[in-house]
């Protein structure tokens, strides 16, 4: 056929450098951006093949998050919005690690084990990228691979990652999520927003201005973008947002949950990350102590803001949080015991976290380290809008709170602006400040740790990444330790998205953390 012809010219200029090996990870491919040319442009090959496989729009964002600028990555963005479905996964890494004169092959294999009609199909694929000066050339060799199996493009250059996932899926539902643009996404979440609000008269100036580190990234960009339509109800301050700095380097939101540090010493603030889709409170108090409030504090000011809502309204919804392993013990045990609400452990990525989520009327999901949104399913979304219409009173108060809710908050993937402006809301209303906030539950001390090993994945896990099955012998070792600190709990998972294992620990001192975290390293090496 010709077009396998063409595939193969048009890949010579992507050439693969030879032996070079990626895994599809966590979140896509990810590495130094000079070893991702034909990574790229295949990624926009098989973008195009699920776009005809699934008779819908594909997304491909092109960035590596909160690696450093020298890096990129890819990840692809399915129908409704979320993240390319597993058995694909394993395709994406079959296509990156094919050798020149073996690509087509591998190609030819995946469109007879999908079945796909090559003849007559439509196919379109919405491309998307970062702030990372590789970005560019790295989205054009996407746009190269869409082309070369005869795709329909769209570019929408600079944007966030939940940018695009909002775009993706906007389009796929004809626009019931939304208007499939950056205007979109701005006037629904400021109107959002701004019905929210208008329930908190009495905000004050400080409720209304909040400092916001950009990360010298995307979301920096983005959110001055977005201000005018918020009418002043939010006065964003922005530092590191990419005027000087350079992106994720002593600053962002992983910089400040690894290091526990602010990239400066302020009242309430808040840190994206080099895409957007991750967020982290926090400030320092009169005594200059610093004070984070992460994806678990997140995920507890969410629930509860809900679950009130949801005994005002009188709407009998199972509401859920889906936690991982690295979530704080305190957070588990108030969600639990404080607040009884049902809590699932899910294996890190949020891909793993949002298909636990989809079992409840209203799942609340968050990573520790700042990643997540809300579900709600179509059965309790109509029976919020039901309540809307229906109902009178504070019955109804509650049910429009909830409904405004819903449309401020970007359902397909965790939205660092769109959580913003949700807890921004949240405190609002509730009449809260973030020191408030965060006395709700003090967290263990923590620490997390990365360990370099000659083949990470030797170390297997079960029971969502909180013990290894393998080497023998090593949960019995870790157990060992573990026993000898108050408090403590300690797991190790291979990363997926660095050459690391990652070891965590938390106990009840500060000491007795890093002495754990430090022991089991040990045992780890
Ligand atoms: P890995 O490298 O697999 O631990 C990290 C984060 C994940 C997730 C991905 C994708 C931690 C401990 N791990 O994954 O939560 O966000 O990156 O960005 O924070
Ligand atoms: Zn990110």
């Known amino acids: 056929?010709?077009?396998?012809?063409e595939v193969s010219e048009k890949s010579k200029l992507h050439p693969k450098p030879v032996g070079l090996v990626l895994q599809y990870g966590t979140a896509g491919f990810r590495t130094n951006a000079d070893h991702l040319d034909h990574v790229m442009f295949r990624m926009g090959l098989l973008a195009t093949l699920r776009s005809i496989n699934t008779k819908a729009i594909i997304g491909v964002m092109v960035t590596a998050s909160h690696n450093p600028e020298e890096d990129n990555g890819v990840k692809l963005i399915d129908p409704m919005g979320?993240?390319?479905?597993?058995?694909?996964?394993?395709?994406?890494?079959?296509?990156?690690?094919?050798?020149?004169?073996?690509?087509?092959?591998?190609?030819?294999?995946?469109?007879?084990k999908e079945s796909i009609d090559l003849t007559n199909q439509e196919a379109e694929v919405f491309v998307g990228r970062d702030t990372r000066s590789s970005s560019a050339r790295l989205s054009d060799a996407v746009l190269d691979g869409v082309t070369a199996l005869d795709g329909r493009s769209k570019d929408y250059g600079l944007v966030t990652t939940p940018q695009l996932h909002y775009m993706?899926?906007?389009?796929?539902?004809?626009?019931?999520?939304?208007?499939?643009?950056?205007?979109?996404?701005?006037?629904?979440?400021?109107?959002?927003f701004i019905q929210l609000t208008k329930s908190a008269p009495n905000r004050t100036d400080d409720q209304k201005c909040l400092l916001v580190d950009g990360a010298n990234g995307i979301g920096a960009l983005k959110l001055r973008e977005m201000e005018p339509y918020l009418q002043g109800a939010l006065k964003v301050s922005l530092f590191c947002d990419g005027t000087g700095g350079k992106l994720n380097h002593q600053c962002g939101a992983d910089f400040v949950k690894v290091q526990q540090n602010s990239p400066k010493g302020i009242n309430r603030c808040c840190s994206f990350d080099g895409d957007a889709?991750?967020?982290?409170?926090?400030?320092?108090?009169d005594h200059g102590r610093f004070h984070l409030l992460d994806g678990d504090k997140i995920a507890t000011l969410i629930s509860t803001f809900l679950k009130e809502l949801l005994t005002k309204a009188g709407l009998d919804l199972k509401i859920?949080?889906?936690?991982?392993?690295?979530?704080?013990?305190?957070?588990?045990?108030?969600?639990?015991?404080?607040?009884?609400?049902?809590?699932?452990?899910?294996k890190t990525g949020v891909k793993h976290l949002h298909h636990v989520a989809q079992e409840f009327d209203i799942g609340v999901y968050f990573e520790a380290n700042g990643h997540g949104t809300v579900l709600f399913s179509k059965a309790a979304e109509e029976k919020i809008q039901q309540l809307c219409d229906d109902s009178e009173g504070e019955r109804q108060g509650a049910a429009t709170l909830l409904k405004n809710s819903v449309d401020l908050i970007n359902q397909t993937v965790g939205d660092a602006i769109s959580d913003m402006l949700l807890i921004e809301a949240i405190l609002a209303i509730k009449g809260m400040t973030v020191q408030q906030w965060d006395a709700i539950y003090t967290d263990l001390p923590n620490r997390q740790l990365k360990v370099k090993v000659s083949d990470r994945r030797v170390i297997d896990t079960k029971d969502a990444e909180r013990k290894t099955v393998s080497p023998?012998?090593?949960?019995?070792?870790?157990?060992?330790?573990?026993?000898?600190?108050?408090?403590g709990r300690s797991f190790v998972r291979p990363s997926g998205t660095e050459d690391v294992v990652r070891v965590?620990?938390?106990?009840?001192?500060?000491?007795?953390?890093?002495?754990?975290?430090?022991?089991?390293?040990?045992?780890?090496?």
Do not use: F
């Open 320 to 346: 859920a949080v889906v936690q991982t392993a690295y979530a704080n013990g305190s957070s588990t045990r108030y969600l639990e015991d404080t607040m009884k609400v049902i809590v699932r452990c899910a």
């Open 277 to 285: 889709d991750r967020i982290v409170y926090y400030y320092s108090d």
């Open 504 to 525: 965590y620990s938390e106990a009840a001192t500060q000491e007795s953390a890093d002495a754990l975290g430090h022991e089991v390293s040990l045992a780890v090496y």
């Open 82 to 112: 979320e993240m390319l479905t597993p058995a694909w996964e394993v395709y994406a890494t079959q296509l990156a690690n094919a050798e020149q004169d073996h690509l087509i092959t591998v190609l030819k294999d995946l469109v007879q």
């Open 472 to 487: 023998a012998g090593l949960q019995e070792a870790i157990d060992r330790l573990v026993e000898r600190h108050q408090d």
């Open 168 to 192: 993706v899926c906007c389009c796929n539902t004809r626009g019931g999520y939304g208007k499939a643009s950056v205007e979109g996404y701005y006037s629904k979440l400021s109107q959002a």
């Open 1 to 5: 056929m010709a077009q396998w012809q």
